[in-house]
């Protein structure tokens, strides 16, 4: 009932915006997103599926200019099935993928809400499939193995569940660029019972030509910590890449390594993939991984992809085929 009626909700809100053009104009709402889905075999299952193997989404964005260069702005965005239709997951919030609203200046970009925190909103551009997609990311597999951005990002507050990514109650901070270098912070003011520290997360970022690079450090509130290193530098049409991270817990450190290429040939992208994770001394996942990439347009891409994974217990194959249009 609570789901049907969230879905009721979005659609009104919608629709009014759609209907309102004056309104919609002063505040500059956009609706965009990316639907994803394909024939694959997942490591999680191991059966056939059709289903989404990237993120399927749908975001409402929009700005209002205040003058003297100061701009307010709100993002909301939901993840979903397209072979259902349904949520993403029923153990997320309906707004899984964002929910804030901020001010951006001369100062940077300040939020409030619900995001990805400061390693994560980052993170992807070091993986050749953005670190989600439940074929091929070496990403996928072995980032920040030992570390929930959120401990009890999801679920209710009598059941809770955690989020390895987004961050409740927080506060996300991005600096303006100087000399290719930009600071990034997020964290939570808020600390209930059980809970050892207030989440913060830092991370410096260097882009610059052909050549682009993250340092980032987080520690949520169980306590836990997680280190990241990463580096890409393109030399058309050619890009490589190579991401060193470190997730601890109190009992537990995990170290993982991964190193991805892509290779341009006009509509087509080749992409190739590499990682692996060991968990207190013990190769917890090896992954090797390719695939193939073609834009039927600047909307549309279809593409095929293979992975190998080895385990401790077993090793097997996941492969897939899929299509994606983004709007």
Known sequence: MKTTACKQLLCACAATLLALP??????????????????????????TNVGPISRSYLTFSGTEDLGNGMTALFVLTTRFEPDTGTLENTNKPFFHGESTVGLKGSFGTIKLGRRLDAVNNLD??????YNF???ASPAWDTWHYNFPSDPRGNGTSAAPS???GRLNNGIFYDSPTFNGFAVHFSGSPEKVDGDKNRALGTALTYNGGNFSALGA???????????????????????????????KTDTSKAKAFTAGVEYSLGATTLKGGYGQVDVDGVKQVKIVSGGAFYSLSKRTTVYG????????????NTYGVGISHSF
């Open 22 to 47: 004056g309104a919609q104009a002063q505040s500059n709402v956009t609706i965009s997103g990316t639907v994803d889905i394909g024939l694959y075999r997942d490591s999680h299952t191991r059966v």
């Open 133 to 135: 997609d439940r074929v």
């Open 217 to 247: 450090h987080s520690k949520n509130s169980a306590g836990h910590t997680d280190n990241l290193i990463g580096a890409k530098v393109s030399f058309s049409p050619v890009t490589v890449m190579a991401v060193y991270n470190v997730s």
């Open 124 to 129: 992807w551009q070091f993986d050749p499939w």
């Open 162 to 164: 955690a989020d390895y």
């Open 305 to 316: 992809e293979i992975a190998h994974r080895k385990r401790p217990d077993d090793a097997f």
